[in-house]
């Protein structure tokens, strides 16, 4: 009950909180930055030793430079974040801005279904809700429900907002199902870890093995719908662009892993070109492989 009520108080004040104007959020923003990286060192291990292992190229002080860059990004994305619970439409289409939209209503256009790829890059929360907003099929973004049930509700809440559809990754298949008979436009954040059970796929990522999820391979080479990739460019404080990238169209012809190793590969090349916008506090190396 305690957990409820902090709970509860928590999602009080998100609410009031993405009543403000994004320019009062970016000066609080700034405040938060100061206190995670200097005061508290949020996560300053884990990010640290992320970045040193995935970046042998950089040296010290460069690291302490895309460091600090990430966790200023950290700190804006928090309040982007909290806004999605008040952000209009206008407000979504004039700073989530998406180009090559072309070839994927084409297939919408044939009464065909389309896949998405995407990671934990920029403001993915703002990409949900800019593709509901984007693109003329059906949106069904899969996700990974929150072990905190207050929480796990009120992130439903935002992402569904503007007609998105929001899955459970373990009911993505019977989705595709009821969907079948209609274009659909399902969603993947493939950097995703697996759980330690899950993890069956390991490869070479930022020098890393790493455990990869391997949905969308088995969707795809099932349905043979063609996958995209949805390229986020970070463009300045509280903008973006969006390139949707073909990079799969048959699936079906694909060997094993194949289309696992492009979105992975594509990932890599994304973060190394600019690697402040991925989320380097998360533990995506907990577990590592086990050879006999």
Same mark, same amino acid.
């Given at each position: ?6 709970s ?18 970016? *000066?609080?923003?700034? *405040? #938060?930055? @100061?206190?995670?990286?200097? #005061? ?13 292992? !995935? ?5 010290? !002080? ?7 860059r ?11 974040i #909290?806004? %999605? ?14 180009h ?5 209503? /084409?297939?919408? /256009?044939?009464?065909?279904? #389309? ?30 429900p ?7 509700? +009120?992130?439903?809440? *935002?992402?569904?907002r503007?007609?998105?559809? @929001?899955?459970? %990754? ?49 969707? /795809? ?16 404080r ?17 060997? /094993? ?18 690697p ?8 995506? +190396? ?7």
């Amino acid at each position: 009950m305690l957990k409820k009520a902090i709970s509860n108080v928590g999602l009080f004040l998100l609410s009031a909180l993405s009543l403000l104007p994004l320019s009062i959020l970016y *000066v609080l923003a700034d *405040v #938060v930055y @100061l206190l995670i990286y200097y #005061v508290f060192g949020y996560r300053r291990k884990v990010v640290r030793e992320n970045l040193l292992k !995935a970046l042998p190229e950089k040296n010290l !002080a460069e690291i302490i430079i895309i460091e600090k860059r990430f966790y200023k990004y950290l700190a804006d994305l928090i309040f982007e974040i #909290v806004k %999605m619970n008040n952000i209009s439409r206008s407000e979504i289409r004039k700073r989530f801005i998406f180009h090559n939209k072309a070839q994927i209503e /084409a297939y919408f /256009a044939d009464g065909k279904s #389309v896949l998405i790829c995407s990671a934990h890059y920029g403001n993915w929360e703002w990409g949900t809700l800019g593709i509901g907003l984007n693109f003329s099929a059906d949106h069904y973004p899969i996700y990974k429900p929150l072990s905190n049930a207050v929480f796990d509700g +009120w992130f439903r809440k *935002v992402r569904s907002r503007f007609g998105n559809k @929001l899955i459970a %990754m373990r009911q993505t298949l019977r989705a595709l199902q009821a969907s079948k008979n209609t274009s659909s436009l399902f969603s993947f954040g493939n950097d995703q870890a697996p759980s330690k059970d899950e993890s069956h796929y390991w490869t070479s990522f930022l020098h890393q093995q790493t455990s990869v999820q391997l949905g969308i391979e088995k969707i /795809a080479k099932k349905t043979n719908q063609p996958i995209f990739y949805l390229k986020v460019n970070y463009i300045k404080r509280g903008y973006y662009e969006v390139d949707c990238i073909p990079l799969c169209l048959n699936p079906a012809e694909t060997a /094993a892993f194949e289309i696992t190793e492009m979105h992975t590969r594509f990932l890599e090349k994304i973060i190394r070109a600019e690697p402040a916008y991925w989320l380097w506090s998360h533990k995506r +190396w907990k577990y590592q492989p086990k050879f006999n």
